[in-house]
Antibody
């Protein structure tokens, strides 16, 4: 059974870069069948799509975050990563990684989420 | 891109049916059948309930169904149960090759 697990620092300082990794277990990330993405949720607020990556390295990003976001993939390690630069308190959120089926809106497997707090 | 529009809250009594709307534009909901719905209980991970407008993943109760008309998608829950009380989010693909969520709807089972 495929599982996703987010990892990374739970605290980031303002103006610095937030870095998270999602490790995929129980299946290969190197597949034509799925996209791998990041979604976040500020405390007490709704879900926000950040972006996704395909096994080939092709990416799509939320226009409101595009200038600060980089998503990369490491197929040998079966991981994909998120970097968000120049963070502010507004970037404090639970960050989820998730799998979406190619050619579908089905985002069926999610990680447990990790809270990242931006504070000095 | 603007968030899809959902009612902030809906409520219903056990056994009743409710509908949650998700209004977008011709650049997202109205242009693709790539609309999904997620259920989220407090402190929990979102769970996929409906995908591609009206498809139900294996294991999701058939009390949950989805539909779309024009720029508005809908999640219908029939035979309301106490366990259905949660936040619900819609999500759609856009003409910019991005995805956008709705603001969320809190369902209260009276």
């Amino acid at each position: 059974q495929l599982q996703l697990q987010e990892s990374g620092p739970g605290l980031a300082k303002p103006s610095e870069t937030l870095s998270l990794t999602c490790t995929v277990s129980g299946g290969s990330i190197n597949t034509v069948s799925y996209y791998w993405g990041w979604i976040r949720q500020p405390p007490g607020k709704g879900l926000e799509w950040i972006g996704n990556i395909y096994y080939s390295g092709s990416t799509n990003y939320n226009p409101s975050l595009k200038s600060r976001v980089t998503i990369s993939i490491d197929t040998p390690k079966n991981q994909f990563s998120l970097k968000l630069s120049s963070v502010t308190a507004a970037d404090t959120a639970v960050y989820y990684c998730a799998r979406r089926t190619m050619g579908s809106s089905s985002r069926d497997v999610w990680g447990q989420g990790t809270l990242v707090t931006v504070s000095s | 891109q603007s968030a899809l529009t959902q009612p902030a809250s809906v409520s219903g009594s056990p056994g009743q049916s409710i509908t949650i709307s998700c209004t977008g534009t011709s650049s997202d909901v109205g242009n693709y059948n790539y609309v999904s719905w997620y259920q989220q209980h407090p402190g929990k991970v979102p769970k996929l309930m409906i995908y591609d407008v009206s498809n139900r993943p294996s294991g999701v109760s058939n009390r949950f169904s989805g539909a779309k008309s024009g720029n508005t998608a809908s999640l219908i829950i029939s035979g309301l149960q106490a366990e259905d009380e949660a936040e619900y989010y819609c999500n759609s693909y856009t003409t910019s090759s991005t995805w956008v969520f709705g603001g969320g709807t809190k369902l209260t089972v009276l």
